[in-house]
């Protein structure tokens, strides 16, 4: 039996991960704006703010702080939750357009009266952008540590883009939870790209990372 | 009268804000060149209505949308002038026609309209006014509270003739 400590650890960690995602989900559920607004305006809020706590996981899983999960698994669960996150933000597009067309087309467009928009449409479009590489990698053969760093980079782009675009919407988000995501999003992001080293060009890989390609 | 368009979330916009309401009220400079037409506002035309019936209120009302009509120039105020008014608010939509109403300017150029109050919708609690009758050159206007608590917003126009 090991010690109680790293029986608990696990358990915190897990603990710790699910609170941090779900929390500003709940949090936005009690909004006071809900009252006011369509089935689809509510779920294309929460689409966006499911999508931004759901990019939290990301950089835990691609270095492995998870515990409990084999890197198989690990990448796996990567790739799945950035689907959902793809889904997500058109879920969030394409139901702020049936609200109204107008402010849609506007953001899009960069010729929005909010300056959120351009920096959800800049994330939007990063991610897009990932997602098309993802589809793409098997028929484009980029070197493994080509590929992370194009991965992170355009990850560096998404987060603090959604981080602004979220931060100066004044939405159903509540602002204490939407700081302290915003927070932990920035802190999981720097620490996985300090941890992974992306950009080394060769060797000194100081730990292992949990998303392996085969080289 | 004041327009205060900046608050603590919109800092950054703050130099876009001045200068998208720079033509309106207290920043017009009111020198030998005379007031220069109030220009639209970015978005500020979104989910318009042609045509909004002048009401006496929209809705069950409790939220005022004041402000005043000008002309270029020597700044003098348009009487009897049709203002379209318009916002997300606890009773609907921008593009529920229940949510639109228009009023006209009093001998002093002002306009006051009841309305029920706004909430933030698209990330700012804002609304939306209008001038397009015609005789001078058609302005949308998207003013943003300060803060979701206030009970009233302002828009100034400064219309240049056609």
């Given at each position: 039996m090991p010690p109680l400590a790293s029986r608990i650890r696990p358990i915190l960690i897990w603990l710790a991960v699910g609170t941090a995602v779900l929390v500003p989900i709940v949090a936005a559920a009690a909004s006071p704006l809900l009252a006011w607004r369509s089935a689809v305006y509510i779920a294309a809020g929460f689409a966006g703010i499911i999508a931004m706590a759901l990019m939290l996981v990301q950089?835990?899983?691609?270095?492995?702080?998870?515990?409990?999960?084999?890197r198989?698994?690990?990448?796996?669960?990567?790739?799945?939750i950035g689907t959902a996150m793809v889904a997500a933000v058109l879920l969030h597009?394409?139901?702020?357009?049936?609200?109204?067309?107008?402010?849609?087309?506007?953001?899009?467009?960069f010729d929005s009266p909010t300056p959120f928009s351009n920096w959800g449409v800049i994330a939007m479009w990063a991610l897009f952008l990932v997602a098309l590489l993802v589809a793409l990698r098997n028929h484009?053969?980029?070197?493994?540590?080509?590929?992370?760093?194009?991965?992170?980079?355009l990850f560096s782009v998404i987060v603090p883009s959604t981080v602004v675009h979220a931060v100066l919407i004044h939405g159903t988000m509540e602002t204490l939870t939407k700081v302290a995501l915003s927070a932990f999003l920035i802190m999981a992001t720097l620490k996985a790209i300090f941890d992974l080293r992306v950009w080394r060009k060769r060797r000194g890989r100081p730990i292992a990372p949990a998303i392996v390609t085969p080289e | 009268m004041t327009t205060t368009l900046m608050n603590r979330r919109h800092l950054i916009a703050a130099g876009a804000s001045a200068i998208a309401t720079?033509?309106?009220?207290?920043?017009?400079?009111?020198?030998?060149?005379?007031?220069?037409?109030?220009?639209?506002?970015?978005?500020?035309?979104?989910?318009?209505?042609?045509?909004?019936?002048i009401v006496d209120k929209i809705g069950g009302g409790g939220f005022?949308?004041?402000?005043?009509?000008?002309?270029?120039?020597?700044?003098?105020?348009?009487?009897?002038?049709?203002?379209?008014?318009w916002a997300h608010t606890t009773e609907g939509y921008e593009s529920d026609p229940q949510s639109h109403g228009a009023t006209l300017t009093d001998e002093n150029g002002v306009?006051?309209?009841?309305?029920p109050q706004i909430v933030p919708a698209f990330g700012q609690p804002h609304g939306h006014l209008a001038y397009d009758s015609g005789d001078f050159e058609t302005v949308f206007l998207r003013p943003v509270m300060a803060s979701v608590k206030q009970t009233s917003l302002e828009a100034h126009f400064v219309l240049k003739p056609v």
């Open positions: 950089p835990l899983l691609a270095v492995g702080y998870l515990p409990g999960l084999t198989y698994a690990a990448r796996r669960t990567h790739l799945w597009i394409v139901g702020l357009y049936v609200t109204s067309p107008p402010d849609v087309i506007d953001a899009l467009t484009i053969g980029v070197r493994p540590r080509t590929w992370r760093m194009i991965h992170t980079a | 720079g033509m309106s009220g207290p920043f017009v400079p009111a020198n030998a060149q005379g007031l220069v037409p109030t220009r639209s506002m970015r978005g500020g035309s979104n989910n318009y209505r042609p045509g909004a019936p005022w949308m004041t402000g005043t009509v000008r002309r270029t120039g020597d700044g003098a105020p348009l009487a009897g002038r049709r203002i379209q008014i306009f006051r309209l009841e309305m």
